[in-house]
């Protein structure tokens, strides 16, 4: 596995986070939890 230079490691965490968003967007439609699951991923990163 190559070493990540701090530029691609601070895209990856844009990524995530927009995910996040993303995912935040979706599930505040149809569900009332998109923050623990948010929280979750974050705590796990």
Do not use: D, H, R
């Not at 601070?10 to 968003?21: D, H, K, T, Y």
């Not at 979706?26 to 979750?40: A, I, M, R």
């Amino acid at each position: 596995m190559p070493q990540l230079s701090p530029t691609s490691g601070l895209i990856i965490f844009i990524s995530i986070v927009l995910s996040c968003i993303t995912m935040y967007i979706v599930f505040s439609s149809t569900e009332n939890k998109p923050l623990f699951f948010c929280g979750s991923l974050m705590q796990s990163f």
